[in-house]
């Protein structure tokens, strides 16, 4: 049972936000006793429509879905970037991909010959302020539970976090498992119940290599492989030999990854459930915002390809996006429009009376959570992890994709999200005053963009040089080892 005093107080913030409604910026600004916790999920990989609380009828998120009637949930919310550093930079930072210069790509061509300036990543700079760094300054505990290097101090991500529990593996068959990740994260939280905390858990169980334990391979897998824990994908080698070309996606392997990829979900959704549980075991739920989102999702042939990492379409930047704060956040609220990655870190600072940095561009979603209409604003997502950059452009219910062709052709696409929200049908030569208008307003916000970037390249150890590849993420194969076929 809550104690009392606690559930006194988030009677009190009830009353306040009926009362004054917009007036939430000082709610947790006053004495240590009355400040609130917050507890960010962020689940690598996790692709919305996955969720039962975004449409998905085959029970794979229940206990997910039950934080979403509690608290507020945003119909459509977007990621900046269909891969890990550059999203997780701009949830953090409240900027995009162009402004914090968290990122990189990797060059084929150039890792194919052997050439290891085909490789670049950019970490996030000193200069960039994260809301981690915000809520440490005004006197908050912050601790990480991370389980990818991008998530590491070598690419910036950790500024502000006072206890860091990272982890790193010799391949992505040997992560640590999300029953782990949460057991790390009580732990953190008995050492610091006392005291308000703001504690980062990051579960990477959804993301390749899709091994299932055997409970929800039994319960999710396919017919054939529910008894034969041996049929695994998205290791090294497949990673290795989808990006060489070498490896066919049919669509009844790629049917039968899809089907491991739910079953991990399914396992990430019952350790999330057992987190939300040990915080209300703690006494702590009535003073804890939490609020669980992820870095990007997963394609399974929706347009062609597989994995992230390689497109903007909504497989892989539409993401969850849900809170949850008794008192403060009205229980299934459900705000249409569209949400946005930048948007996390200032509706964090305002709920919990933390100044907001003025350099964030995310606007807070405190209204939307009362259950007021979220104002559409366009949403820009940037960047890719295999070839050229892309950019997308979503505005006004349509989205602008500029993907740079191999033979200098660009491809341009235009989307109706309200009417084709699987981005099937191209529009780009059927509207063509609708197409320049977006054109030019994506092309007036790069240039603005460009001028605020600012970055250098993160230089790579043959320590983490191995530990990227053999989580799949580089061409090649690990020093002093032979490529895998």
Same mark, same amino acid.
């Given at each position: 049972m ?5 559930s006194s107080?988030a009677l009190?913030r009830l009353a ?7 007036c939430?910026s000082?709610?947790?600004?006053g ?12 689940i ?8 039962g609380s975004?449409?998905?009828s085959?029970?794979l998120?229940?206990?997910m879905?039950e934080?979403a009637a ?6 459509r919310?977007?990621a900046h970037a ?6 997780t ?7 995009h991909?162009?402004?914090?210069g968290a ?7 150039k ?5 290891s300036s085909?490789i670049g990543?950019?970490?996030?700079p000193?200069?960039v ?6 809520f ?6 912050t601790g990480?539970?991370v389980n990818?290097?991008?998530?590491d101090?070598?690419?910036g991500l950790?500024?502000g976090i006072?206890d860091l529990d ?6 992505n068959?040997?992560?640590r ?5 949460t057991?790390?994260?009580l732990?953190w939280?008995d ?6 905390f703001?504690?980062l ?9 899709y ?9 999710f897998?396919a017919?054939?492989?529910q008894?034969?824990s041996n049929?695994?994908?998205g290791t090294?080698a ?5 990006r ?6 049919d669509?009844?392997?790629?049917r ?9 979900l399914?396992y990430v ?6 987190l939300l549980?040990?915080?209300?075991e ?5 003073d804890?915002?939490?609020v669980?989102t992820a870095?990007?999702g997963e394609?399974f042939l929706d ?8 497109? *903007?379409y $909504?497989e /892989? ?5 849900i809170?949850?704060l008794? =008192?403060?956040v009205?229980? +299934?609220?459900?705000?249409a ?7 996390v870190?200032?509706t964090?600072?305002?709920l919990?009376g933390v100044p ?7 606007r807070s979603l405190t209204s939307?959570?009362?259950?007021e209409?979220?104002?559409e604003r ?20 349509f ?13 341009v696409e235009?989307?109706d999200m309200?009417?084709?929200?699987g981005?099937?049908r191209?529009?780009?030569g059927?509207?063509?005053?609708l ?7 994506y092309?007036?916000v790069?240039?603005h963009?460009a001028r605020r970037?600012e970055?250098?390249?993160?230089? *790579?150890s $043959?320590? /983490?040089?191995d530990?990227l590849q053999?989580l799949?993420?580089? =061409?090649?194969?690990p020093? +002093?080892e032979?490529?895998?076929?």
């Amino acid at each position: 049972m809550p104690h009392p005093s606690r559930s006194s107080r988030a009677l009190a913030r009830l009353a306040l936000g009926l009362a004054i409604g917009p007036c939430l910026s000082g709610c947790g600004a006053g004495d240590e006793d009355e400040r609130l916790n917050v507890l960010m999920v962020v689940i690598d990989t996790a692709r919305a429509d996955k969720f039962g609380s975004y449409g998905h009828s085959g029970g794979l998120t229940p206990r997910m879905d039950e934080l979403a009637a509690q608290g507020a949930t945003f119909e459509r919310a977007v990621a900046h970037a269909p891969w890990t550093l550059p999203s997780t930079a701009s949830l953090l930072s409240s900027l995009h991909p162009q402004e914090h210069g968290a990122g990189g790509f990797l060059d084929l061509e150039k890792l194919e010959r052997g050439d290891s300036s085909g490789i670049g990543f950019r970490p996030l700079p000193d200069s960039v302020q994260t809301v981690t760094e915000s809520f440490r300054a005004s006197g908050w505990r912050t601790g990480a539970i991370v389980n990818v290097d991008f998530l590491d101090e070598g690419f910036g991500l950790t500024q502000g976090i006072d206890d860091l529990d990272a982890r790193w593996y010799e391949s992505n068959q040997e992560v640590r498992s999300a029953t782990q990740t949460t057991d790390k994260a009580l732990d953190w939280l008995d050492d610091h119940a006392d005291e308000p905390f703001f504690l980062l858990t990051h579960y990477f169980d959804a993301h390749a290599v899709y091994s299932p334990p055997e409970e929800y391979r039994q319960r999710f897998a396919a017919p054939q492989d529910q008894t034969d824990s041996n049929f695994v994908f998205g290791t090294r080698a497949h990673m290795l030999m989808l990006r060489a070309g070498k490896l066919a996606l049919d669509p009844d392997l790629i049917r039968r990854a899809e089907l491991l990829y739910e079953a991990e979900l399914a396992y990430v959704d019952a350790e999330v459930g057992r987190l939300l549980d040990g915080v209300a075991e703690r006494g702590l739920s009535d003073d804890t915002l939490v609020v669980l989102t992820a870095d990007h999702g997963e394609e399974f042939l929706d347009h062609g390809g597989f994995e992230h990492g390689h497109s *903007l379409y $909504d497989e /892989l930047i539409s993401v969850p996006l849900i809170f949850r704060l008794p =008192g403060l956040v009205r229980p +299934g609220v459900r705000p249409a429009g569209t949400a946005a990655l930048v948007d996390v870190a200032p509706t964090l600072c305002e709920l919990a009376g933390v100044p907001t940095p003025e350099a964030f561009v995310g606007r807070s979603l405190t209204s939307a959570l009362r259950g007021e209409q979220l104002a559409e604003r366009p949403v820009l997502a940037h960047g890719n992890f295999w070839g050229q950059p892309l950019a997308s452009w979503e505005s006004a219910g349509f989205k602008l994709i500029l993907s740079p062709g191999g033979d200098g052709q660009e491809l341009v696409e235009l989307f109706d999200m309200q009417q084709d929200p699987g981005e099937e049908r191209n529009l780009a030569g059927e509207r063509p005053e609708l197409l320049k208008k977006l054109r030019d307003e994506y092309e007036a916000v790069r240039e603005h963009l460009a001028r605020r970037a600012e970055s250098g390249e993160v230089q *790579l150890s $043959d320590e /983490l040089r191995d530990r990227l590849q053999a989580l799949g993420y580089l =061409g090649g194969a690990p020093v +002093g080892e032979e490529d895998e076929e």
